[in-house]
């Protein structure tokens, strides 16, 4: 059975059905959005967006350094991508 198909038409069912409710409660929602990346009058020009979404970014590297290092290859010749090695194990 092939998997991708399945996760992207679940994907897109979710993105619709997020858009939905989102639609149902926009003023809700658009405040949410709007608190949350800091775009609602606050003090000064760039403070909610720091104090906001752009606090978060620190977080989204973080995320990314360790999805990195979970995915990261184990091939024994150091800069072979693992489908450059399997390659070259077929051809042998």
Same mark, same amino acid.
């Given at each position: 059975m092939k998997w991708r %198909?399945?996760?992207i038409v679940f994907a897109a069912c979710a993105v619709v059905v997020g858009l939905g409710i989102w639609l149902q409660h926009a003023r809700l929602?658009?405040?949410?959005?709007?608190?949350?990346?800091?775009?609602?009058?606050?003090?000064? %020009?760039?403070?909610?967006f720091w104090s906001g979404f752009g606090?978060?970014?620190?977080?989204?590297?973080?995320?990314?350094?360790?999805?990195?290092?979970?995915?990261?290859?184990?091939? %024994?010749? %150091?800069?072979?991508?693992n489908s450059q090695a399997s390659a070259d194990r077929r051809a042998d």
């Open positions: %198909p399945i996760v929602a658009g405040h949410w959005f709007q608190v949350h990346t800091g775009i609602v009058n606050e003090p000064g %020009p760039y403070y909610g606090s978060d970014l620190e977080e989204f590297g973080i995320l990314g350094l360790i999805t990195k290092q979970v995915t990261a290859n184990d091939t %024994p010749d %150091p800069g072979v991508h």
